[in-house]
C-alpha cells in the first residue's frame, strides 16, 4: 500500500519558517520525482516545487523562489519543503506528490497557516 505521509504544517506569524515533510512508503521512492502542491480555499491546486528522483533539479513557482527550498533523502524516503519568509498567501493546505510518467501519489496535505 503506497502512502504519502506530509508533517510540519502549522500556524506561524508573518516572516517566519516551518520546515514540512513527507514520508513515503510502498514506492521505490527513488524512482519518483517528488513535488510540493499547495491548495488555498477557493483556488486551483498549484505546483510549488518539484525535485527529481536523485534530486539533481529543482523547480520552483515564481511567489516562491528564494523562499522555499525543496531536498530529498531517498535514505529516508522523505521530501522536504523548507520555507522561510512566509506571507499570508501563502496559507493554504500543502500536499506532497509522487510522480512518474506511469503514476502518481498523493498524500493527505498539511495546514500552513500565515498570520498576519
Known amino acids: 500500500q503506497v502512502q504519502l505521509v506530509e508533517s510540519g504544517g502549522g500556524t506561524v506569524q508573518y516572516g517566519g519558517s516551518l520546515r514540512l515533510s513527507c514520508a513515503g512508503s510502498?514506492?521505490?521512492?527513488?524512482?519518483?520525482?517528488m513535488r510540493w502542491y499547495r491548495q488555498a480555499p477557493g483556488k486551483e491546486r498549484e505546483l510549488v516545487a518539484a525535485?527529481?528522483?536523485?534530486?539533481?533539479?529543482?523547480n520552483y513557482a515564481d511567489s516562491v523562489k528564494g523562499r522555499f527550498a525543496i531536498s530529498r533523502d531517498n535514505v529516508k524516503n522523505t521530501v522536504y519543503l523548507q520555507m522561510n519568509s512566509l506571507k499570508p498567501e501563502d496559507t493554504a493546505v500543502y500536499y506532497c506528490?509522487?510522480?512518474?510518467?506511469?503514476?502518481?501519489?498523493w498524500g493527505q496535505g498539511t495546514q500552513v497557516t500565515v498570520s498576519s
Open positions: 506528490n509522487a510522480y512518474t510518467l506511469r503514476r502518481g501519489y
Open positions: 525535485i527529481t528522483n536523485f534530486g539533481g533539479s529543482t
Open positions: 510502498g514506492i521505490t521512492f527513488s524512482s519518483y520525482t
